[in-house]
């Protein structure tokens, strides 16, 4: 089982942008850090794309498709290790890296 994302993980675009998330748990903390929502959309910042000379290639926001099924916090399934995100406008897959391993969901 892959494990709940929380605030202190790592999210980037696929160029190496960091993704920021709109809002994380304010009831739930894992290891003292909040857990992370299905909540869109993300804020890609500093993605090394949008400084070429074409900015459609770059990412300026990300969305998560995907998310746990039974678990959830305030009535939003909470994001996992193993959940998909798309960067926009580039259509990319974002990176999660860095994740807890101590609670685990499907």
Same mark, same amino acid.
């Given at each position: 089982?892959? $494990? +709940?994302?929380?605030? =202190?993980? +790592?999210?980037? @675009?696929?160029?190496?942008?960091? @993704?920021?998330?709109?809002?994380?748990?304010?009831?739930?903390?894992?290891? $003292?850090?909040?857990?992370?929502?299905?909540?869109?959309?993300?804020?890609?910042?500093? @993605?090394?794309?949008?400084?070429? $000379?074409?900015?459609?290639?770059?990412?300026?926001?990300?969305?998560?498709?995907?998310?746990?099924?039974? +678990?959830?916090?305030? $009535?939003?399934?909470?994001?996992? /290790?193993?959940?998909?995100?798309?960067?926009?406008?580039?259509?990319?897959?974002?990176?999660?890296?860095?994740? /807890?391993?101590? +609670?685990?969901? =499907?």
């Amino acid at each position: 089982m892959p $494990g +709940v994302l929380t605030s =202190k993980a +790592v999210v980037m @675009c696929s160029h190496g942008g960091v @993704c920021q998330p709109p809002m994380a748990s304010p009831r739930v903390r894992i290891s $003292g850090a909040p857990a992370l929502m299905l909540r869109n959309p993300w804020i890609v910042a500093g @993605c090394p794309a949008l400084t070429g $000379g074409n900015p459609s290639q770059g990412c300026m926001t990300a969305s998560f498709q995907s998310a746990a099924v039974r +678990v959830m916090a305030s $009535g939003q399934p909470l994001l996992l /290790q193993s959940s998909v995100a798309i960067a926009m406008p580039s259509g990319l897959p974002v990176t999660v890296a860095g994740t /807890q391993a101590r +609670v685990m969901a =499907k």
